[in-house]
């Protein structure tokens, strides 16, 4: 099993819509997840940490943390065509040392 | 915040030849990785570059095909040694800020080899 999992997509919503973006990991140690948006051609960017079971909230980033089921998501409401990107989840590596390991990123696209 | 800036931001290069990457942070940073990016794919770390020790580098990355300094807390180089079109890939670098444990990436250098 690979150590972090996402779907590659493309996951295409409309303008407006609530975009659902999810990542499985396999280290039960974990204590910190990260989201990242990678624009084509552009370096990743973070937008959203999580460190606590439960949702945190930025804007329209909502991220979601089920330790137990060992997954996160991030819920993007009100999606805008700018917001189509590839969006990486990012754990630390079982190695320690602040390394982290990132899923292969989910496409998604907004459509007008 | 504190601006990450990578040299060059791409080249095209020719096999067997070699290219050092800069990495400079404006401010003194705790700890510098170096990641690679093939083309379709995600990041996959190569090595984390110590400040005034040997860069510690992950399984099937090597120091002879990637030397790595770093000689302040603000700067790091990565050289692609040899290089073939196989190395054809977008070159990260990371830093981690004191007191956080969250990543910062430059801008990367997209690297071409013929």
């Known amino acids: 099993q690979k150590e972090v999992e996402q779907n590659s997509g493309p996951l295409s919503v409309p303008e407006g819509a609530i975009a659902s973006l999810n990542c499985t990991y396999s280290d039960r140690v974990s204590q910190s997840f990260f989201w990242y948006r990678q624009y084509s051609g552009k370096s990743p960017e973070l937008i959203m940490s999580i460190y606590s079971n439960g949702d945190k909230e930025d804007g329209r980033f909502t991220a979601q943390l089920n330790k137990a089921s060992q997954y996160v998501s991030l819920l993007i409401r009100d999606s805008q065509p700018s917001d189509s990107a590839t969006y990486l989840c990012?754990?630390?590596?079982?190695?320690?040392?602040?390394?982290?390991?990132f899923g292969t990123g989910t496409q998604l696209k907004v459509e007008l | 915040s504190a601006v990450i800036s990578q040299k060059p931001s791409r080249d095209i290069c020719q096999r067997g030849t070699s290219l050092t990457i800069q990495c400079q942070v404006d401010?003194?940073?705790?700890?510098m990785f170096w990641y690679r990016q093939q083309p379709g794919q995600s990041l996959t770390l190569i090595a984390t570059?110590?400040?005034?020790?040997?860069?510690?580098?992950e399984s099937g990355f090597v120091i002879d095909k990637f030397p790595i300094s770093r000689p302040n807390l603000t700067f790091s180089t990565l050289t692609v040694s040899n290089m073939s079109p196989e190395d054809s890939s977008i070159y990260l670098c990371?830093?981690?800020?004191?007191?956080?444990?969250?990543?910062?990436f430059g801008p990367g250098t997209r690297l071409t080899v013929l």
């Open positions: 990012a754990v630390p590596s079982a190695g320690g040392g602040n390394k982290l390991t």
């Open positions: 401010s003194q940073v705790t700890m």
């Open positions: 570059a110590n400040q005034g020790s040997e860069a510690t580098y």
């Open positions: 990371s830093v981690d800020f004191p007191s956080t444990d969250t990543q910062y």
